[in-house]
């Protein structure tokens, strides 16, 4: 038997894939399943989307790309940001990368070194950890509660910070919460920053997703002397449906997108040169399609919260962007379900799943135990029939 590396042993395995793939082997066995885990838009790519991809393969566009991406995306991509953020940014800010998780692998391998602290404000996405983890420098989690909407404050983020502190995660809109930063609260946070020399890592991939009036804030954009300490991540696969596609890019200062550059170059060379010609008719094509599926993510997140909020125990914040609920279930403790009793989040889903055939996914896997994340990014009916399916199923503990 070969013998994995220590690295390798010590990474988990991403949490939402893995409730996905228990949800598939349930489906492959004929059981109906009313699937709450994945992050992905159940909308296919629009049609001209897949129509440039279409028109890029016959135009020869099936070879090596540069390694940042084809030199017209990126500057669509800074247009954009200028159109959208109002934010100014050059080709030379940016880098193209296989999806915005890779984006996110390729600032913290080019930023952190063994023994620097990342802080990470909890509830926090599945990968962040272990994408820290990987480059040898220490996770820093600072919890957040539902009262302040799972936000953290100027004053968590003073105490959280040490000599060793490299680098601060956020992402607003969030996933698990579906909570987003007002501007004002972004810039009282970057006050904090601003007197040290953290830099920022802002994910910002569900900018285009936000609900009640809200509008996502580009950090980097909030003061001057941020565009020097931000690196901001995002991507094509929660706006414009392209989840498979895998495009996403990061916006940073020259030096470290020189940085990041070298190392994609040792890991996949470029990105798929097809993908990026379909993200290029995403940018710079109607944004119709983009209104429209935020408009439906809207409809799904009342549909969603007026069922949940109707069965007893569940709490939770109104979500204000991306498409999930974070709940409480803490109340379902030390009840029994057929021959499982509660005791955290990871019992709770597994009953769910095995016995109401709902499948969400534990907090304790977004380092928030004792809450559950429902993706509301799939079809009234099944958002109907399953959280139908789940208040029936919690009715019956005893």
């Not at 016959?58 to 991406?69: E, K, M």
């Not at 990987?134 to 302040?148: D, I, Y």
């Not at 769910?352 to 009234?380: D, K, P």
Request: net charge negative; charged share 15%; with cysteine.
């Amino acid at each position: 038997m070969i013998p994995v590396s220590r690295l390798a042993s010590s990474i988990q395995p991403s949490a939402t894939i893995a409730a996905g793939a228990k949800a598939r082997e349930l489906k492959s066995a004929g059981i109906q399943v009313y699937d709450f885990s994945l992050g992905e838009p159940d909308f296919t790519t629009p049609e001209h989307i897949c129509h440039a991809a279409t028109a890029a393969m016959a135009q020869g566009h099936t070879h090596y790309t540069a390694v940042a991406g084809i030199p017209e995306l990126r500057s669509a991509i800074c247009a954009w940001y200028k159109s959208y953020h109002q934010f100014d940014c050059t080709p030379d800010m940016v880098v193209v990368s296989n999806g915005a998780k890779h984006s996110i692998h390729n600032a913290l391998q080019s930023i952190c070194n063994p023994g620097d602290e990342v802080i990470i404000p909890t509830p926090y996405w599945v990968s962040y950890a272990d994408l820290v983890l990987m480059t040898g420098a220490t996770p820093v989690f600072v919890p957040v509660t539902a009262e302040n909407r799972f936000l953290i404050t100027p004053e968590q983020l003073r105490s959280a910070i040490t000599p060793k502190s490299k680098l601060i995660m956020l992402n607003s809109p969030s996933n698990p919460t579906g909570s987003v930063y007002s501007r004002e609260e972004l810039a009282a946070l970057m006050d904090v920053i601003l007197e040290t020399d953290i830099v920022v890592l802002s994910d910002e991939i569900y900018e285009q997703l936000t609900f009640d009036g809200g509008a996502p804030t580009c950090i980097a954009g909030l003061k001057p002397e941020l565009k020097e300490r931000t690196i901001t991540i995002s991507g094509a696969s929660k706006s414009y449906a392209m989840t498979g596609w895998r495009m996403g890019w990061s916006v940073a200062p020259k030096g470290i997108t020189n940085a990041m550059t070298n190392v994609q170059s040792q890991q996949t060379s470029c990105p798929s040169s097809v993908s990026q010609y379909a993200l290029l008719a995403a940018m710079t094509g109607s944004q119709d399609c983009v209104a429209e599926m935020r408009k439906a993510f809207d409809e799904r997140r009342h549909l969603a919260t007026d069922l949940l909020g109707k069965i007893p125990g569940l709490k939770f914040p109104m979500p204000t962007g991306a498409f999930y609920v974070f709940f409480d279930i803490r109340s379902y403790y030390g009840k029994t379900f057929g021959n499982i009793s509660i005791s955290d989040s990871a019992s709770f889903c597994k009953a769910a799943l095995e016995q109401a055939h709902v499948n969400l996914v534990q907090g304790s896997a977004f380092g928030a135990e004792g809450y559950v994340r429902m993706s509301y990014a799939t079809a009234n009916r099944t958002i109907v029939e399953g959280i139908g399916k789940l208040a029936e199923w919690l009715a019956t503990g005893v």
